[in-house]
């Protein structure tokens, strides 16, 4: 009968590793497990810890509660031995064997001890038998103080396991915190007036269901937005995936997946494989009209069938879609309670100009250890641009000059000419311009060939800074014969 009591025990001890778990469904499973055992009609677990009173975790049957939580406030010997309760009597506590003397009819309910350890809630198990009317009470109690051992084990594993989980889920806030402060960089600070109603529409949509549409040019930053309403969403924990219509063959399938077939096997789309997290439909003004169809049943219904089959599965995952100014299709768009955000483009928004620059220059010089800036003259050549690719346009130049750039302060002579005004283009150079670069290419040549291609030697000859030398060398695409790269030394 022990080993049977064990047996089951021990086949309920896997699921305190499921982190998912709390610790009173773990406890109801185990006790559920010893439903079916001889002569147990009703048992329970009782649990207290420092800062809660003793409470009934998990029962089956209908164990005398009054007895039971009586039995649970006992301190001291008697609180901490295997013992028999008895209706109107004293308990009477086993022996150091585990033993009693009292006929098996006398038992009101069997009480063994579980020590969970410090700092762990620890408690009693309680049940009526464990045993067929032919064993004896003291065995019966035997089983049970086993079985309450078991108990202890799996309530030390539950309650690490949810420590874990606490601790994962503090690490994932922090983590989430970060990820939406970098994506909410770019529209968190600015002195541009319609950047805090814009900030209000992200947060409030953060905390709904319902799809949204974001409106703007192409590199306004609705990817970004899209992200960051994710992020500071409840399906932060979950996938955030991305869908471009205009990308690859057969969207449909893409999106809704592809039933099982005799000659191929079934293939989830996005919407199945983002269930619970959020999916952006890029370009959804691009979206074909039976897409658009199928859109709109999902959206009314929260179902969908894979192409080419007729089973309706459920899908919780929320849609985001991003579209130019003019919007979607109508039939879309009137679908659903749609909630419309419209992302401002950087004309719009042209005092916050200079913030995202420096923002966009101190992540470069982060990533290569320099200190970029701009030379006022620069700054203002492009405060004056109209910026037709917006936020992506600007993330763009930045990350190309933070390489082509010679020196750390960036000129205007190192912004590509078509982004500046008519007044502001360096002069045309002269017809022998080509004989003047072949020229300084020879000398660079020359000086790296000199000292060995060290090119800090060369540069002190040329008086040069390393990364004005590294710049020339690159610019002219000089490589050390025998050798596919300069060496950078």
Excluded at 152 to 157: G, K
Excluded at 359 to 377: G, I, M, N, Q, V
Excluded at 421 to 428: H, L, Y
Excluded at 451 to 461: I, K, T, Y
């Amino acid at each position: 009968m022990d080993l049977e009591i064990l047996r089951r025990a021990l086949a309920c001890l896997e699921p305190a590793a499921d982190a998912g778990r709390d610790l009173d469904a773990a406890l109801a499973r185990l006790l559920g497990a010893l439903a079916g055992m001889p002569g147990l009609a009703s048992a329970a677990v009782v649990l207290a810890d420092a800062d809660n009173p003793p409470a009934i975790r998990a029962q089956i049957g209908s164990p005398d509660v009054s007895l039971l939580l009586e039995a649970a406030l006992e301190r001291g010997a008697a609180g901490a031995a295997p013992r028999v309760l008895r209706r109107g009597l004293p308990p009477v506590l086993a022996d150091a064997k585990g033993a009693v003397d009292l006929p098996r009819e006398a038992a009101a309910m069997l009480a063994a001890p579980i020590f969970a350890g410090e700092d762990m809630p620890g408690g009693w198990l309680f049940a009526d038998g464990l045993a067929d009317g032919d064993a004896s009470l003291p065995d019966a109690l035997r089983g049970l103080t086993v079985l309450a051992e078991a108990v202890a084990v799996l309530v030390r594993a539950t309650c690490v396991s949810l420590a874990r989980n606490r601790d994962l889920a503090r690490e994932t806030v922090f983590l989430r915190s970060k990820v939406s402060l970098r994506y909410r960089h770019v529209f968190a600070e600015g002195a541009s007036p319609l950047l805090e109603p814009l900030r209000a529409a992200v947060d409030k949509m953060a905390q709904s269901d319902a799809p949204v549409l974001l409106l703007g040019e192409e590199g306004s930053g609705r990817g970004v937005l899209s992200r960051l309403i994710h992020e500071l969403s409840p399906r932060a924990v979950r996938l955030f995936s991305v869908f471009d219509p205009a990308e690859g063959e057969h969207p449909d399938r893409r999106l809704f997946g592809v039933s099982r077939g005799i000659d191929r096997p079934g293939v989830p789309g996005c919407i199945e494989e983002t269930d619970g997290g959020t999916l952006l439909i890029e370009q959804a003004h691009l979206l074909p009209p039976a897409l658009v169809e199928r859109l709109a049943r999902f959206l009314a219904e929260g179902a969908f069938a894979r192409v080419g089959g007729t089973r309706r599965r459920m899908s919780r995952t929320r849609l985001l879609f991003s579209a130019p100014p003019q919007g979607l299709a109508p039939e879309l768009a009137a679908v659903a309670a749609m909630a419309v955000i419209r992302v401002p483009s950087l004309r719009e928004r042209p005092e916050d100009i200079p913030i995202l620059l420096d923002h966009l220059l101190s992540l470069e010089s982060a990533r290569d250890a320099r200190r970029l800036s701009l030379t006022p003259k620069a700054l203002k050549a492009l405060e004056a641009y109209d910026w037709p690719g917006n936020i992506r346009e600007m993330r763009e130049l930045v990350s190309r000059l933070a390489v082509t750039a010679p020196e750390d302060r960036i000129d205007i002579a190192d912004i590509p000419p078509e982004m500046l005004a008519e007044g502001e283009r360096p002069q045309v150079l002269p017809e022998d311009a080509a004989e003047l670069r072949d020229m300084e290419r020879q000398q660079v040549l020359s000086a790296l060939t000199r000292h060995g291609w060290v090119q800090s030697r060369a540069a002190r000859e040329l008086g040069l800074t390393l990364r004005q030398i590294g710049y020339r060398i690159r610019k002219y695409g000089l490589a050390r014969e025998g050798h596919d790269d300069a060496e950078n030394v």
